[in-house]
Nanobody, 126 residues
Framework: QVQLVESGGGLVQAGDSLRVSCAASGRTFSNYAMGWFRQAPGKEREFVAAISRNGGTTYYLHSVKGRFTISRDNAKNTVYLQMNRLNPEDTALYSC???????????????????WGQGTQVTVSS
């Protein structure tokens, strides 16, 4: 089992930056590919960003590419999502997810992930 706990969400204004974190426990963190997803009210959960287990490969939702950066610190068992130039359309519950990986790759589908955190709310006011 892997336990994931997100933190760092909050209320910000359009154009601001925010970094959310996801702390993992329970297994060897560096064996897991990680992803960030978000769900806005009334919408389905969507992929935001993913990172391979050693951090060598990342992938982003087109609308956040160039504004968001996913990173990880395997020594701290933590994955981060740095979000810059936030806009109201980024308002959502942000959740991290983990998947045991053997190939140093990334995953973008919800069904690819086995473990999920509860999420942290990010609200961007205009």
């Amino acid at each position: 089992q892997v336990q994931l706990v997100e933190s760092g969400g909050g209320l910000v204004q359009a154009g601001d930056s925010l970094r959310v974190s996801c702390a993992a426990s329970g297994r060897t963190f560096s064996n897991y590919a990680m992803g960030w997803f978000r769900q806005a009210p009334g919408k389905e959960r969507e992929f935001v960003a993913a990172i391979s287990r050693n951090g060598g490969t990342t992938y982003y939702l087109h609308s956040v590419k160039g504004r968001f950066t996913i990173s990880r610190d395997n020594a701290k068992n933590t994955v981060y999502l740095q979000m810059n130039r936030l806009n109201p359309e980024d308002t959502a519950l942000y959740s991290c997810a983990a998947r045991r990986d053997y190939y140093e790759t990334y995953y973008t589908a919800i069904r690819d992930y086995n473990y999920w955190g509860q999420g942290t709310q990010v609200t961007v006011s205009s």
